[in-house]
């Protein structure tokens, strides 16, 4: 409906997830409920859910955590990632278990990575060095551009403007040596001529260093002349000595003892915008202030080796995934590569409001969800993201009000529903009344709804607030979903896709998410009974209503699981800490 990928990369799709089994709704045995330790009220809460859906007892795990909504990353891989890798493998679930499941007080979010003072001491460096060489290249340009006649100070402004990226300066490099060999192919005194070139070979080799160098000569013959190489040649004697030369250490991680002196050899033989730019990169990686994330979300990659705390990871579980998928070994690498797991939180106000959200979500299940759609579909408020949020709200529209029996009703003014102005609420969907709930829902038992905006989990407890996910859940829903902080409107779920693959009835909600969500190791999270399928009964739609087939990932487990490591002493978190003992 909203997307294709090519008949080819469908074909290796569905060759991969062949040899897995047909895709099977969500279990009980394939959860994991986790609960706080220190936590009557959570313990409690997961011990009623295993008895109400009939989970396993050795599929419930208790940590020793916190009773507060944050938890600092040193305490999530300590308390919480190395606790329940060891007890999946001592318990024989680790290929079983598809979906992780946290109660009420497990802590939303995990810190960002800080980092130690190593750490500190190596970033400081590179800054340095990322600073200097920045300058030196400037100065290279200025450089040449000072040997080069005609270029007006505007036309220079114009080619320079505040070049701080690699690629940048070097096409204002070869920008300025373009015109300079075309003054010296016009330069009548051949003298004067091989001394501009003589002068360019530093500046070449400031850029493109004593390797590179040579290339400019190759690129434009102009200014190749013997003068011009016995220089170069002069360079790289002094650089090299009259040792032989040793090759450049490969430092693949910044933090490696020779790390800062491959990055010398690089500049060298390579140049600066060479080594600027490796520091440029590698600087991003050890920039942790975005590695903040749900803890739920970063529970999605419980099984994954050490990866990048750099803002969001595409959910591989998604049904966009298949469309995001860069070329088909990448397709592959995703379905037997890292194992991500399902996510699911059962939480909320008070601890009966989980309980009446787990007691409401088995009923409705039996009957089938029932009341009014209730769409808030204002174009004019918050423009940033409007085309896309628009266009799925107005897909979720349509779908509901040309594929089901449910009366839909749409509000395209400036205002929100007015308070009491949504009687039998069933679904809803709106956005941007950011951190301002509107008490305008009766909701019907077993309800879903969610509203786009940023950060509308921040808290399930402050009495003052008013986030629209505690509210929603206080007020009668079964299930919604927000962002524990700022999580771009993008990385929260379409509601053409979310509530269009829940009400095919094929899709428990977990699944559902899982499916709808586009990120992992980040922020947004879902609120209700992970088994929760309120059209079980009473589909109001097929998957091809809502997605291709090629979107909808079949269940390769048997396959995925043989990616799983020998045991949990093979995965060291995040590379930076070493395996509890």
Known sequence: MHGRVTACTAMIVWAVLAVGEARSELTSDELLLIYNANSTDSKEL???????????????????????????RVDYDEKIVWPLRRYLWDKDLAAKVRCLVTFYDVPLRVGPRVLTEAEQARVSWMKVKHRRYLAE???AINGLHALVEGIDPEQKAHVEREQDAEDELRMAFYYYRKHLATRVAYMKDEKEADAIRVKFMPLAVVMDGLDGAEGHLNVTPELLSKAATDRLAELREAAS?????????????????????????????????????RLDRDLKTMDFRRSDAAVDSELALLWWRPYKLIYQIANWLSCRANL???????????????????????????????????????????RGLSGTVYVDLDPTRNTRELTWQVRALQWFIELVGT??????????TPELFRPGGCPNTAMYCGWYSLMEYVNAFEFVPGAVAYHIASGEAISLRDPTATYWCKEILNDGAAATLGAVMEPFLRGIPRPDEFFGLLMTGEFTLAETFALANPWVSWRVIVLGDPLYNPFKTCPQVVV???????????????????????GPEDLVPRGTRPVPQ
């Open 46 to 72: 997961a011990e009623y859910y295993a008895e109400r859906r009939a989970v396993p007892r050795q599929n419930l795990i208790g940590l020793d955590l916190p009773l507060t909504e944050d938890i600092s």
């Open 137 to 139: 290249l400037h100065g």
């Open 241 to 277: 000595g009259s040792g032989e030369r040793a090759p450049i250490p490969p430092a693949e991680n910044c933090m490696s003892d020779d790390y800062p002196e491959a990055i010398r050899e690089l500049a060298k033989w390579k140049g600066l915008a060479a080594a600027y730019g």
């Open 324 to 366: 995001n998928a860069t070329d088909q070994n990448e397709m592959v690498r995703k379905v037997l590569g890292e194992v991500t797991l399902m996510h699911c939180r059962l939480d909320g106000p008070s601890p009966q409001v989980v309980r009446r959200m787990i007691d409401d979500a088995i009923e409705v299940e039996q």
């Open 403 to 412: 594929k089901t029996a449910f009366q839909v009703v749409v509000d395209d």
């Open 544 to 566: 091809e209503d809502v997605l291709t087939p090629s979107m909808l990932p079949l269940d390769y487990s048997a396959e995925r699981f043989r990616a799983l490591p020998k």
